[in-house]
């Protein structure tokens, strides 16, 4: 996760003069140059020249066509922290907000709103990862054939990240994101019917949910870029993916208690209700973006703006939008690459993980389908947790001095490492609550990518994270179906 520098170290404005003049004359000017240097360090453009030096260099020819020149340079520098991702930050004008301004505040209800979104997008994936055991029961399917049933959703998934993505950079998340929640709640709700009519009809089903929730991931990333600055975002993503990874712990715990109530395919019609009650919220209560928002403060609007950072080299250029975006430019890049190949492995363990953990649990410690449920539970219970921990610990160092791209690697690293050392545990436990327990400790360290590449594909390429997430969930379902 690489970034590319925007150097300026080179004179951005050169004055010479002729020493042989008056003096009074070279007095002159010597104090105009003074002024302007002065005028840089203090006018209101002082963000953008925030280590301005002046030198003051005397150059003598020896020649007489060529007498005693004084030249004066205003150099401009950018620091190793300011060169991350070709930004220049903005000054801190505005104090940042406290715990409860934050926790109040009009983009934390954003935020909120796609918590929740991406809690029902896991439970209506994982919905079926409960009701696949009595369904192959009642149906006569084989272990196998329960694979290619739960397989099919990502036969769906692998299609429309890319497209979802391009979508999500031009029209924006607000919009997309609410299509995608329609749709898959639609599927959703329509697979009690697909799998009474034919098993066809409960595979078109179960793609069309693989479709519509692939847009939900690069829609909360535009719209996490588009509310919160810098400085937030881990938190913003923490606070989000906490909603994707607790929607596992709901899908889980409440579909077998559903299902004793209501039937099999109670969850289903539950689950797909509950989606269509939050895009009506959502259009109604959210804006694309924060200047658009009815409600916001000026205080807030203001500090999102003044603390939002800017790509230097166009930040008082108009934007363009262009339909089809730049895919050779982007994978020729090596940060796009990186960010592909560790998303696809966090993903690969990821959906391992929660598309196996209950039958894990009945299949080889022989507990029933509710304690199952339970066990499989509390790990991405934690996750949620432990997330929003490290977009915490991620944003403290980031504005504590930390370069981003550092911060980033540390954060990855956790991500990859701690859960690999915390799978050898799970082959040598020999009961499911020492199974549970080092499952729940990988996946809560697992919860640390979040706030490494997710966060940074906002940052390397911000007008296009959209398809770049696209890019890189297509890799990862890529990399599933290898396995698979």
């Not at 994936?125 to 959703?153: H, K, N, T």
């Not at 934007?319 to 993903?347: D, E, G, Q």
């Not at 504590?400 to 690697?409: A, C, E, H, P």
């Not at 959209?466 to 969930?473: E, K």
Request: proline share 5%; hydrophobic share 45%.
């Amino acid at each position: 996760m690489n970034s590319s520098s925007l150097s300026l170290n080179s004179p951005i404005h050169s004055r010479s003069f002729n020493l042989s003049q008056d003096p009074k004359i070279v007095r002159t000017k010597l104090l105009n140059l003074q002024f302007s240097f002065h005028f840089l360090s203090e006018s209101p453009h002082r963000k953008r020249f925030r280590n301005v030096s002046s030198t003051v260099q005397l150059r003598n020819d020896n020649s007489v066509e060529h007498p005693l020149i004084v030249s004066s340079r205003v150099r401009t520098r950018v620091s190793s922290n300011d060169r991350q991702f070709g930004l220049v930050p903005e000054e801190n004008e505005i104090q940042a907000p406290s715990f409860a301004e934050f926790i109040t505040s009009e983009r934390v209800k954003v935020v909120a709103m796609l918590a929740l979104a991406l809690a029902l997008c896991n439970a209506d994936r994982v919905v079926m990862s409960v009701a696949i055991i009595p369904l192959s029961l009642a149906q006569g399917w084989s272990r196998s054939f329960s694979g290619i049933v739960q397989s099919s959703f990502l036969w769906g998934y692998l299609v429309s990240p890319i497209a979802g993505g391009t979508l999500v950079d031009y029209y924006g998340g607000k919009v997309v994101m609410a299509w995608g929640v329609a749709l898959w709640s639609l599927a959703t709700f329509l697979t009690p019917w697909a799998a009474d009519t034919s098993l066809w009809a409960l595979l078109a089903v179960r793609a069309m949910l693989g479709i519509a929730e692939g847009v939900a991931l690069p829609s909360m990333n535009n719209m996490v870029a588009r509310w919160f600055p810098q400085t937030e975002r881990s938190r913003a993503v923490g606070i989000a993916m906490g909603g994707f990874t607790f929607g596992n712990a709901i899908g889980l715990i409440l579909s077998p208690i559903l299902m004793s109530k209501a039937g099999i395919f109670g969850p289903f019609v539950i689950f797909g209700l509950s989606g269509f009650l939050w895009v009506l919220v959502w259009l109604s209560a959210t804006s694309s973006t924060p200047d658009r928002h009815p409600q916001i403060s000026k205080y807030e609007l203001e500090y999102i703006l003044n603390k939002k950072q800017k790509p230097f080299l166009m930040e008082d250029k108009p934007k363009t939008k262009k339909v089809i975006p730049p895919f050779r430019r982007l994978l020729s890049k090596m940060p796009t690459w990186s960010l592909i190949i560790a998303n696809a492995m966090h993903s690969w363990g990821f959906f391992v993980i929660l598309s196996w953990m209950p039958i894990y649990f009945n299949s080889v410690y022989h507990v029933d389908l509710r304690q199952a449920a339970w066990f499989s539970a509390v790990p991405w219970s934690v996750m949620a947790f432990v997330g929003y921990i490290g977009g915490l610990w991620s944003d403290t160092l980031i504005h504590n001095g930390t370069s981003v791209t550092l911060t980033r690697k540390i954060m990855q690293s956790i991500g990859f490492f701690g859960p690999g050392i915390a799978l050898i545990g799970v082959t040598a436990a020999r009961s499911p609550v020492i199974a549970s327990s080092w499952l729940t400790l990988a996946i809560g360290l697992k919860s640390f990518s979040h706030s490494g590449f997710l966060v940074n594909l906002q940052e390397i390429a911000p007008q296009y994270s959209g398809v770049l997430h696209g890019l890189s969930v297509t890799g990862e379902m890529v990399t599933l179906k290898s396995f698979n």
